[in-house]
């Protein structure tokens, strides 16, 4: 797979790169380092987002050329090729632009590290055993005897791609190949502290208020299980003056507390239905529960999932079906 990769990258002039919808900083990480290893490559690039990411990732996009989806007017035969970055469902991309994903007759790429792919693309990259995209990008250039060509700003941003999606480096999912992976970017004149406090270091007072609010007023365990719970109206959220991403990490604050194996966070949308995330660990999976009851999927122990049901409905559901999530 990696030769072909090489052999559609060499040949492209221009590759669109995109990634999922809700970019989190992994898709950030990767589709930001893949874009300045193509300028160091001396390709030209545009990375096509969903939607635009949570501000404290925005200012990743500064340097590369970017666009969302709903200004992007460029049409198939300006590219080459496109690569699929963090996803491997063409749903995942939103309903609006996965026509481009799915129908476009560019050859496709994909990188990825998340289970069950599907094949729309012509070279698929998997690796569900990976912490994360960025550092399966940097193994694939590095296998491909390409990775130096990335710099210190794509550097950075394979950092920020791990970091995020290891929970800075203490989930199950680090292994030794990551070490090895963040020395050698670490060697490009990355300097980790700035990056962890660009993300996490630089909240408004509403966002800080909120998670204060929600932690305190609206954490539940389900009884008699290690399951604990939080969940946001669309009123909660408004009375915070709510922006994208001031609930990032929510989900993993029950896991700190002693007893809890299993945490959910549940958050309305604008049209009254349930976005959810689910985080677990030990001997606990989530991601086939997930699938199964809330349309959703992911790792074992980290999954997204969407309920049609209202909050109170969801929690209710939730609740009735915790035996299978810790069986």
Known sequence: MNDAFVTLLKKANKVLITTHKSPDGDAVGSSVAFAHF???FRKQCLVLLPDLPAGNL???LEDIPYVVYDEFHQNESEFDLMMCLDYN???RVGEDMEAIVANWSIPKVMIDHHPNPTEFCDVIISRPEVCSTAQLLFEVLEECKLSH???KNASEAIYLGIMTDTGSFRFPSVSSKTHDVLKKILENGVEAHKIHEKVFDES????VLLRAYAISNK???IPNTPIGYISLTQEELSRFNYKKGDTEGLVNVPLSIKGISISVFMMENEEGKVKMSFRSKGSFYVNEFASKYFNGGGHKYAAGGFSHDDIHNTIQKLTAE???LIK
């Not at 408004?204 to 966002?207: D, H, M, P, R, V």
Request: charged share 25%.
């Open 38 to 40: 193509l300028k160091s």
């Open 58 to 60: 925005s200012s990743f």
């Open 89 to 91: 469902h063409t749903h």
């Open 149 to 151: 060509h990335l710099n």
């Open 204 to 207: 408004s007072k509403e966002k």
């Open 219 to 221: 954490f539940h365990q």
């Open 322 to 324: 915790s035996s299978k």
